[in-house]
C-alpha cells in the first residue's frame, strides 16, 4: 500500500513540475513576442484604414462612441486632406451575432455616409462560406450584393431574404446577416454623433442667439 501511495505521489509531483514547466515556457514565449504581435495588429489597422477611406493625406486623433444599446465602444478614425478637410472616416465596428461569433470590420464612410470600403479584421466564419464575406459585398459586377458607394440611410442593409436590398452569401444568410449588421451599427454611430455635434454647434450661447 505504502509502495502505490510512493508511485501515486511522484506521479503527481511530476505532472505538476511538468505543467509549471510548460506553463513558464509559454509566458515567457507570450512576452517575447507580445510587442511583436501588437505591432503587427497595429500595421494591420493601419493599411486596413487606407484601403476603406479615399486617398487622404493625415488621420487626425481617433476617438470613441459608445452605440446605443451596446457594452462596446466603436473606434472612429477621420482622415483630412491637405486643406484639412475631412475625406473620410474609418470605423472600427464589430457584431457578435456571426454564425461562429464575433466579426470586427474596418468599415469606410464618407462625410456624407456613404461606404467607401470595408475590410474584415477577424472572424471564424466557415471557409469556404461565412469567409466570402471580405469580397461579397464589395463584387462590382453584382451590384445587388456590393456595397460600395451605397449608404444605409437610402438603402435598406439587409439580406434580401429579410426584405432588404443586398444578396447574402450563398448558403450563409447568418454571417451575411451579421456583417450588415456590423455595418449598420458603424454607419448608425457615426451619424448619430455627427447630428448631436451639428445639434450642439447650433445651440445658441447663454445670454445670444443663432
Keep these: ?44 489597422q493601419e493599411e486596413a484604414i487606407k484601403s476603406v477611406l479615399p486617398v487622404f493625406e493625415t488621420l487626425g486623433d481617433s476617438y470613441k462612441i459608445l452605440p446605443e444599446g451596446s457594452s462596446d465602444s466603436l473606434e472612429f478614425f477621420p482622415a483630412y486632406d491637405a ?9 472600427k465596428t464589430y457584431t457578435k451575432n456571426g454564425f461562429s461569433g464575433f466579426i470586427s470590420i474596418m468599415a469606410g464612410l464618407s462625410p456624407e455616409g ?45 439580406v434580401s431574404k429579410d426584405g432588404g436590398d443586398i444578396d447574402a452569401i450563398t448558403a450563409s444568410t447568418i454571417s451575411s446577416r451579421a456583417f450588415l449588421e456590423a455595418i449598420v451599427r458603424a454607419h448608425q454611430t457615426y451619424q448619430h454623433a455627427a447630428e448631436n455635434a451639428e445639434a450642439n454647434t447650433n445651440q445658441p450661447k447663454e445670454g445670444g442667439q443663432l
Excluded at 486643406?83 to 474609418?90: C, D, E, F, I
Design 1 to 44: 500500500m505504502a509502495q502505490r501511495e510512493s508511485t501515486f505521489l511522484s506521479m503527481t509531483a511530476t505532472l505538476f513540475v511538468v505543467t509549471f514547466v510548460a506553463a513558464a515556457i509559454l509566458g515567457f514565449i507570450y512576452d517575447l513576442t507580445k510587442a511583436d504581435i501588437e505591432l503587427s495588429k497595429q500595421k494591420a
Design 83 to 91: 486643406n484639412k478637410q475631412l475625406v473620410g472616416t474609418a470605423v
Design 114 to 158: 456613404n461606404i467607401t470600403g470595408y475590410e474584415v479584421l477577424d472572424h471564424k466564419e466557415t471557409p469556404g462560406l461565412g469567409s466570402k464575406m471580405n469580397q461579397w459585398f464589395r463584387d462590382e459586377t453584382k451590384t445587388s450584393q456590393n456595397i460600395i458607394g451605397k449608404n444605409p440611410a437610402t438603402s435598406k442593409f439587409q
